[in-house]
């Protein structure tokens, strides 16, 4: 098993920034895949970034250029949000990935002015 433990989101106005984190503990792999994925009200859980902990890395093309996904080890993975954009507002999911998917709770980010 394996738990994941979400922080940061909020209220931000356009074009502001905010920092998503999250640290899994339990049963972790050596070879793991972390990310972010939302869900915006009426609409389908979508991918936002993930990221490996041997380097891959992939970005929604929604995202590109505004968003970086990055890792500390193989539990902590972060998200820094900027040129934040009101459809980027959503429940923010994170995800690990080793055969199995296990998600967080999930936070909330809004963005409004």
């Known amino acids: 098993q394996v738990q994941l433990v979400e922080s940061g989101g909020g209220l931000v106005q356009p074009g502001g920034s905010l920092r998503l984190s999250c640290t899994a503990s339990?049963?972790?792999?050596?070879?793991?895949?972390m990310g972010w994925y939302r869900q915006a009200p009426g609409k389908q859980r979508e991918l936002v970034a993930t990221?490996?902990?041997?380097?891959?890395i992939m970005y929604a093309d929604s995202v590109k250029g505004r968003f970086t996904i990055s890792r500390d080890n193989a539990k902590t993975v972060t998200l820094q949000m900027n040129s934040l954009k009101p459809d980027d507002t959503a429940v923010y999911y994170c995800?690990?990935?080793?055969?199995?998917?296990?998600w967080g709770q999930g936070t909330q980010v809004t963005v409004s002015s």
């Open positions: 990221i490996s902990n041997w380097g891959m």
């Open positions: 339990g049963s972790i792999s050596i070879l793991n895949t």
């Open positions: 995800n690990y990935r080793h055969n199995v998917d296990y």
